[in-house]
């Protein structure tokens, strides 16, 4: 079975600046797919950015990036620019590959923004 | 293109009462997933559905709840018997399920607090 661990429960950090957010999974599978999803309290649940695990190259969405290394079983998210919009609960999750697999999420990171 | 419908966005139910939750996929979506979001928790896989059948229906609960996806009208997740445990926020999410597409795009959720 996959988990997913998220070892930060808070984070906090300045408008305009950069910060980091930590995952590592655990799985036995070579291909997968690994999320981060933002849920603001409007508990809306919103896709951030998504990777492929054959991808080496890591996925970058405007302001976010991740740093996916596969051999170290690790995902991070990278904010730039913070803005007070980001500020939200963030999920990583996993997903095996091949269509109707579940998602498997981590216990989230809550992001607070401070201006 | 609209987004995953849920409704009700909040439902009230007393202890013993039954609870039904809708869910209507994106347009050109087959497939239909539920997650449970107990407080302060990340996400929980409860079924999968493909219109018709079920899946994958292994984080349900074995008993009170069901889920069904019919040939027309959205799917449904069903509690009975409603207990103060079952309070939580329900997640829909739908993928595309052909051509590799298999992020899974998520509806506003139901609130369910039982009395």
């Known amino acids: 079975a996959q988990t997913v661990t998220q070892s930060q429960p808070e984070m906090s950090v300045q408008e305009a600046e950069t910060v980091t957010l930590s995952c590592t999974y655990d799985t036995s599978e070579n291909n997968y797919y690994l999320f981060w999803y933002k849920q603001p309290p409007s508990r809306q649940m919103i896709l951030v950015i998504r990777q492929e695990a054959y991808k080496q190259q890591n996925a970058t969405e405007n302001r976010f990036s991740v740093n996916f290394q596969k051999a170290a079983k690790s995902f991070s998210l990278k904010i730039s620019d913070s803005q007070l919009g980001d500020t939200a609960m963030y999920f990583c999750?996993?997903?095996?590959?091949?269509?109707?697999?579940?998602?498997?999420f981590g216990a989230g990171t809550i992001l607070r923004v401070k201006s | 293109n609209a987004g995953v419908m849920q409704n009700p966005r909040h439902l009230v139910r007393r202890r013993g009462q039954e609870a039904r939750l809708r869910c209507s996929p994106m347009?050109?979506?087959?497939?239909v997933y539920w997650y449970r979001q107990l407080p302060e928790e990340g996400l929980k896989f409860m079924v999968y559905?493909?219109?018709?059948?079920?899946?994958?229906e292994s984080g349900m609960p074995k008993e009170r709840f069901s889920a069904e996806f019919p040939k027309e009208g959205p799917s449904i997740l069903r509690i009975q018997q409603v207990v103060r445990g079952d309070s939580a926020a329900y997640f829909c999410a739908s993928s595309p399920g052909t051509g590799g597409k298999d992020t899974q795009y998520f509806g506003p959720g139901t609130r369910l607090t039982v009395l």
């Open positions: 559905l493909q219109k018709e059948n079920i899946i994958d």
């Open positions: 999750a996993f997903m095996k590959q091949g269509y109707g697999n579940k998602l498997v």
């Open positions: 347009k050109g979506h087959s497939h």
